[in-house]
């Protein structure tokens, strides 16, 4: 069996400020003038942690305020709703945003918790045995978004202020104007300098330094909290459907789930991500719920465009976007960058059955005959996953049996944070 090489970030630290927080803290704004009076010079752990809650406290602010959008009515929190894994509420395939809250979306709303360990982008991820054997290219891992464009949480965090679909902010100086009137303008100075609001560039640093910050703190966005993190610390038990169900995940020749979603805590301990962070070609159905989509000519090929546009020229990478991880998956209302399917049990069964049942999910042509991949063009086919429990032919056994895809949902409800939970009510 091989192992992954790379190294993921620790969790968390002991009060509750991850160690990407503290790295986010200590380090200067890029080219920022506002910066020079704010780091002196180097800093001591404690007046660096001291710094990361500052930064943290001033992005939670932001990151509720609606007020920093062109509309004045979207927030951060709109699209990222702390009580769904800071990920939508709504069940629709993509939100809608702008300065008038009427412009669709291009892709689903990802979750924001448990990205604090995602490498940066890398076209070459080498998979090797621990003893140095010969290593294996799996090609295309790490960076944030679908198509894994940037790699850190202030980068991210600039997109969605300025996509004329989210936040609609025109540049950053529309982002400086609106956050110099904020009620937490003196708290901004406080952490950047009086004179950070001088330059719109430093502003718009600034702000997405503290978003970043506050996306790092752990018990918000790695609280590393669910059934199954008890479960591996001997701490609880899992039913037997659930204990079967996580069989079947792992099973290579069944499910086959764990080879990409990692289920197994790291070689130090470090409970597991659910995510190998790749990239992967699915062929999920053509969401016509999504209004790009009504134009017979426009494709969403994942790496290779049209939101990213560095590897345009990579016709190999063309259909494939990025491996998410599966923590609080049972909260999602849609799934897959383009929301097509509404529930977990779906997504399981079209793993089970995309190439045995082609007709259960691909639309026909006048003819009868199955449109299947559509949302793919054919010169790319190529580029899908065909590993189990794909691969199959038309008519085959599909990998798994129905009961058998309900258990690996029950095991997949396991991963529910703890904060994220139904609650309960008393007697």
Same mark, same amino acid.
């Given at each position: 069996?091989?192992?992954?090489?790379?190294?993921?970030?620790?969790?968390?630290?002991?009060?509750?400020?991850?160690?990407?927080?503290?790295?986010?803290?200590?380090?200067?704004?890029?080219?920022?003038?506002?910066?020079?009076?704010?780091?002196?010079?180097?800093?001591?752990?404690?007046?660096? /942690?001291?710094?990361?809650?500052?930064?943290?406290?001033?992005?939670?602010?932001?990151?509720?305020?609606?007020?920093?959008?062109?509309?004045?009515?979207?927030?951060?929190?709109?699209?990222?709703?702390?009580?769904? $894994?800071?990920?939508?509420?709504? $069940?629709?395939?993509?939100?809608?945003?702008?300065?008038?809250?009427?412009?669709?979306?291009?892709?689903?709303?990802?979750?924001?918790?448990?990205?604090?360990?995602?490498?940066?982008?890398?076209?070459?991820?080498?998979?090797?045995?621990?003893?140095?054997?010969?290593?294996?290219?799996?090609?295309?891992?790490?960076?944030?978004?679908?198509?894994? %464009?940037?790699?850190?949480?202030?980068?991210?965090?600039?997109?969605?202020?300025?996509?004329?679909?989210?936040?609609?902010?025109?540049?950053?100086?529309?982002?400086?104007?609106? &956050?110099?009137?904020?009620? @937490?303008?003196?708290?901004?100075?406080?952490?950047?300098?009086?004179?950070? /609001?001088?330059?719109?560039?430093? *502003?718009?640093?600034?702000?997405?330094?503290?978003?970043?910050?506050?996306?790092?703190?752990?018990?918000?966005? @790695?609280?590393?909290?669910?059934? @199954?993190?008890?479960?591996?610390?001997?701490?609880?038990?899992?039913?037997?459907?659930?204990?079967?169900?996580?069989?079947? /995940?792992?099973?290579?020749?069944?499910?086959?789930?764990?080879?990409?979603?990692?289920?197994?805590?790291?070689?130090?301990?470090?409970?597991?991500?659910?995510?190998?962070?790749?990239?992967?070609?699915?062929?999920?159905?053509?969401?016509?719920?999504?209004?790009?989509?009504?134009?017979?000519?426009?494709?969403?090929?994942? &790496?290779?465009?049209?939101? %990213?546009?560095?590897?345009?020229?990579?016709?190999?990478?063309?259909?494939?976007?990025?491996?998410? =991880?599966?923590?609080?998956?049972?909260?999602?209302?849609?799934?897959?960058?383009?929301?097509?399917?509404? *529930?977990? %049990?779906?997504?399981?069964?079209?793993?089970? =059955?995309?190439?045995?049942?082609?007709?259960?999910?691909?639309?026909?042509?006048?003819?009868?005959?199955?449109?299947?991949?559509?949302?793919?063009?054919?010169?790319?086919?190529?580029?899908?996953?065909? !590993?189990?429990?794909?691969?199959?032919?038309?008519?085959?056994?599909?990998?798994?049996?129905?009961?058998?895809? !309900?258990?690996?949902?029950? /095991?997949?409800?396991?991963?529910?944070?703890?904060?994220?939970?139904?609650?309960?009510?008393?007697?």
């Amino acid at each position: 069996m091989t192992t992954k090489t790379f190294r993921l970030l620790r969790p968390g630290l002991a009060i509750g400020i991850g160690a990407a927080a503290l790295c986010l803290a200590i380090l200067p704004l890029r080219q920022s003038s506002a910066a020079a009076g704010v780091h002196p010079g180097p800093m001591s752990r404690a007046e660096a /942690f001291a710094r990361a809650e500052k930064l943290a406290a001033l992005g939670r602010k932001m990151f509720f305020d609606p007020s920093v959008s062109a509309s004045g009515s979207q927030a951060c929190s709109s699209c990222h709703d702390p009580a769904h $894994a800071f990920g939508p509420a709504s $069940a629709a395939p993509v939100q809608t945003g702008g300065k008038g809250m009427k412009q669709p979306g291009l892709r689903a709303v990802p979750a924001l918790r448990y990205l604090q360990a995602v490498p940066s982008f890398s076209e070459h991820f080498y998979d090797s045995e621990d003893e140095g054997d010969e290593s294996v290219d799996n090609g295309p891992t790490g960076g944030l978004t679908w198509d894994g %464009r940037v790699d850190h949480g202030a980068d991210q965090a600039k997109i969605p202020l300025l996509s004329p679909f989210e936040m609609g902010n025109k540049d950053a100086a529309d982002v400086a104007a609106k &956050l110099r009137k904020a009620p @937490y303008a003196g708290d901004i100075r406080a952490a950047f300098g009086e004179t950070v /609001f001088d330059n719109p560039d430093d *502003t718009f640093d600034a702000t997405a330094e503290a978003l970043a910050t506050f996306e790092q703190s752990g018990p918000d966005f @790695y609280p590393y909290s669910s059934r @199954y993190d008890a479960f591996l610390a001997g701490k609880t038990t899992l039913s037997a459907q659930e204990l079967h169900g996580r069989q079947l /995940f792992e099973d290579p020749a069944k499910g086959n789930c764990s080879s990409c979603h990692l289920s197994e805590p790291a070689n130090d301990g470090e409970p597991p991500q659910f995510s190998d962070f790749g990239f992967l070609g699915l062929a999920v159905p053509r969401n016509m719920a999504i209004p790009a989509n009504t134009d017979p000519s426009y494709y969403d090929l994942g &790496l290779c465009g049209p939101q %990213r546009t560095d590897l345009t020229g990579h016709s190999e990478y063309c259909g494939l976007f990025r491996t998410p =991880t599966l923590r609080n998956v049972a909260l999602k209302k849609s799934f897959f960058h383009n929301g097509y399917f509404h *529930t977990l %049990r779906d997504v399981v069964s079209f793993y089970a =059955t995309r190439d045995s049942d082609p007709g259960r999910w691909y639309p026909k042509n006048a003819g009868g005959s199955v449109r299947k991949y559509d949302d793919l063009p054919q010169a790319y086919w190529a580029n899908l996953n065909q !590993d189990p429990p794909f691969g199959r032919k038309p008519g085959d056994t599909p990998a798994l049996t129905d009961p058998e895809i !309900d258990d690996i949902v029950a /095991f997949l409800g396991t991963l529910t944070d703890a904060d994220l939970q139904p609650k309960v009510s008393g007697h």
